[in-house]
């Protein structure tokens, strides 16, 4: 089983399709904003749907676990379709929901199996909208609830046609929900809105010159590790300024692998925590952005607070 052909196609394509862009991250390099997520749209209005080539698959396998799709090929797919193939109970999704789903994959010109992800907690949630694919796919589905999507070749992501079976598992909380912990001394302090939203209060103290953390909710879920791909929320303060400089709040949740694509600190303030912790963490400019004058652009010489929701952990494929 071909599961690197799989990540590329799931974690690629399927970015382009089901992440529907990214936050501006707290990377390496300078990052730029992308647009909230819609939250009064219909789901439901959104679905597209069924066609001749997502009806002529047939699905072997219970939702929820790894399927097998028979069809006959070269399956001609001229748009995407998407057919119910299994309808699941309980509350239906809307909009702004952080999605738990699983795919399996097959190339629409051949039949062959490509993989499966998210049947064992390697696939992140995504954040469902109208203008997601993901989204057009399975629309206002309850959790439970199975899919055949036939995808068109895509020249852009340089793929052929694609058959998804695609399984809705549930949704995760956009915010933490551990355990409150004491507040730990001398940190900033945490106040968090109805929806969970952080606001920070910086003492009055000197700017810290080491890196510290504490966790202000114990989560119930897997603990992060290193090359684990992650999905937060996050808000960051500059202690240099006080203002706040960037956060997924307001946005949409941000996703990123543990030691790479953001800068040390914003790792180190995850690793060894549980899925459903707060964390706050005092980053230096050596573990953030780095010594030199202060500069509001690229935030070098500044020392950051971050406060970090860890909503989910998914384990990397094994290559």
């Not at 796919?137 to 895509?154: D, H, I, L, N, Q």
């Not at 303060?237 to 790479?260: A, C, I, L, R, Y």
């Not at 964390?279 to 050596?286: E, K, M, R, T």
Request: proline share 7%; net charge negative; charged share 15%.
């Amino acid at each position: 089983m071909r599961t690197r052909s799989l990540a590329l196609l799931s974690l690629a394509a399927m970015s382009a399709l089901v992440l529907a862009g990214c936050t501006n991250a707290p990377s390496e390099s300078e990052s730029e904003s992308s647009p909230s997520a819609t939250t009064a749209a219909d789901l439901c209005g959104a679905q597209v749907d069924p066609g001749s080539a997502s009806d002529s698959v047939t699905v072997d396998g219970a939702a929820g676990t790894e399927a097998t799709a028979t069809f006959t090929s070269p399956l001609e797919v001229s748009e995407l379709q998407a057919t119910q193939i299994d309808e699941g109970t309980g509350d239906a999704l809307q909009s702004g929901d952080l999605v738990q789903f699983a795919l399996s994959a097959f190339d629409a010109s051949t039949g062959e199996k490509l993989g499966a992800q998210g049947y064992n907690d390697d696939l992140p949630p995504q954040q469902i909208s109208p203008d997601s694919v993901l989204g057009q796919v399975v629309g206002c589905a309850k959790p439970g609830s199975r899919y055949v999507a036939a995808f068109p070749e895509s020249t852009e992501q340089g793929t052929g046609a694609q058959v998804y079976v695609i399984d809705v598992l549930g949704t995760v909380p956009t915010a933490a929900w551990g355990e409150p912990q004491p507040p730990a001394e001398g940190l900033p302090t945490v106040e968090l809105d109805a929806d969970g939203a952080p606001t920070v209060t910086l003492p009055g103290d000197d700017i810290p010159t080491e890196f510290e953390k504490a966790t202000l909710k114990k989560g119930d879920g897997a603990v992060v590790e290193p090359g684990d791909s992650v999905l937060v929320q996050y808000h960051g303060v500059s202690w240099n300024t006080g203002e706040v400089f960037d956060e997924s709040w307001g946005k949409q949740p941000f996703t990123f692998t543990v030691g790479n694509g953001v800068v040390q600190g914003f790792s180190d303030a995850v690793t060894g925590e549980t899925v459903g912790s707060q964390v706050i963490a005092v980053l230096p400019p050596s573990v953030a952005y780095g010594e030199g004058e202060i500069n509001d652009a690229d935030l070098k010489g500044q020392t950051l607070v971050f406060v970090v929701d860890i909503l989910a952990a998914a384990k990397t494929p094994a290559q």
